[in-house]
């Protein structure tokens, strides 16, 4: 068993998110691999991809591929930049909108919580001890979403 965490600029990744896996195999060797958004901090870095690394290991011991987790995504975030284009006559909370399933969404919703993703329960138990590793290290919850967010803004404003 291997397992690999990197990290890399946020323009970089295969989509919408600050971190990504894959699983691959060679006979009995399960390889997992993690690519995280440069944040600037190790500690943001680091919690999102233990956090990747769990949710991986997770899905791959219940038979979910990446595959599936990524098309997912790919569907809630082109579902969320459609929500983001789309014209209104006034001012548009994107908390009113709702996902193919009719889950709510939002601008700082993630796919993985909505409670018909695939991964699902995964995301949870990744998302546990991604908060217990915070507090551990003294990383303040608030901030460190908020550091999230900023990386997706400064995509949106290169674009």
């Avoid at 993690?34 to 600037?40: D, L, Q, R, W, Y």
């Avoid at 791959?60 to 969320?80: C, H, L, P």
């Avoid at 459609?82 to 006034?90: K, L």
Wanted: charged share 30%; aromatic share 10%; with cysteine.
């Amino acid at each position: 068993m291997r397992a690999s965490i990197s990290t890399i600029d946020h323009a970089r990744q295969r989509y919408e998110t600050t971190g990504d896996w894959g699983v691959s195999t060679l006979l009995d060797d399960v390889n997992i691999h993690v690519k995280v958004s440069a944040f600037g901090d190790w500690r943001h870095e680091l919690l999102v991809g233990v956090h990747e690394l769990i949710e991986a290991a997770l899905c791959f011991n219940d038979g979910i591929t990446d595959e599936v987790v990524t098309a997912f995504d790919k569907s809630y975030e082109a579902a969320r930049d459609a929500i983001e284009r789309e014209q209104f006559d006034g001012p548009v909370m994107l908390y009113q909108r709702t996902y193919d399933c009719r889950c709510r969404i939002t601008d700082t919703s993630e796919p993985g919580d909505d409670k018909h993703a695939p991964y699902f329960e995964q995301h949870q138990f990744a998302t546990v001890v991604e908060k217990a590793i915070a507090r551990r290290l003294g990383v303040d919850w608030d901030e460190y979403e908020l550091a999230n967010l900023r990386l997706y803004e400064k995509e949106r404003e290169s674009a």
